[in-house]
């Protein structure tokens, strides 16, 4: 396994247009530094990446997903749907994410991110806000090593938090979850950073909303001589 950190400070913008979501995520990020938070619309945001949550078949016919599509034309479907055959055989399990081209100058990239399997399922009761956070920066990390310093800035929403049903403290601070794995560690693949997260956060469901968890990367596997 091998840790590939962003050479350059990502700018991560949290922006939804849900108010309590984003007193939910002011809480949750109080005391972690270089997150933009705010309240309006992520076609607003001037980035190399949105982040759209979306299911397991890239159907963009629904919530920020439906938005995201109407704004860069229904090509953009195709794209996530394509590179989700190419990579996955057609279905993105829940902490994957493809990043596609977009089509346009900003953002550069869409990254499709499941938080459920089917449209408009309810996740309030399963930890995919923070499998699917946490895929999201993994693909950066991946598309940063690929073509290094291609994303330097990412724009995500309230994941789950709206045709999801996840309430917004849970949200935030499962987001919160996903954002600081991303800071200590990259996983070699999905199936890697999915056991992580489920192995540490399997009991969180009788753990009070306001509780955050910071997820404990595996340690570094050391080469033998």
Not at 14 to 40: C, K, S
Not at 50 to 70: C, F, L, Q
Not at 161 to 180: D, I, K, Q, S
């Amino acid at each position: 396994m091998t840790v590939d950190r962003v050479q350059q400070p990502l700018r991560v913008v949290l922006t939804d247009t849900n108010a309590t979501v984003v007193e939910a995520w002011r809480a949750a990020f109080a005391d972690t530094p270089g997150i933009e938070i705010r309240q309006g619309s992520i076609l607003d945001e001037k980035v190399d990446a949105w982040v759209s949550p979306t299911n397991s078949r890239g159907k963009m016919d629904g919530g920020v997903d439906a938005v995201i599509k109407r704004h860069l034309g229904a090509g953009i479907q195709l794209r996530v749907q394509r590179a989700i055959r190419s990579r996955f055989a057609g279905s993105l399990p829940v902490g994957s994410a493809v990043c596609v081209p977009s089509g346009a100058v900003e953002p550069k990239f869409l990254i499709s991110a499941p938080t459920m399997e089917q449209s408009s399922q309810n996740v309030s009761a399963t930890l995919n806000v923070a499998l699917a956070c946490a895929a999201a920066f993994q693909a950066i990390h991946r598309q940063n090593r690929e073509v290094p310093g291609s994303i330097g800035s990412v724009a995500l929403v309230g994941m789950g938090a709206r045709t999801g049903r996840v309430p917004a403290r849970v949200c935030a601070n499962l987001m919160w979850t996903g954002y600081t794995l991303f800071n200590d560690h990259s996983f070699e693949d999905y199936d890697d950073l999915r056991s992580t997260i489920v192995a540490q956060l399997d009991d969180i469901e009788n753990a009070p909303e306001t509780t955050r968890v910071r997820i404990a990367p595996p340690a570094r596997r050391t080469a033998r001589r």
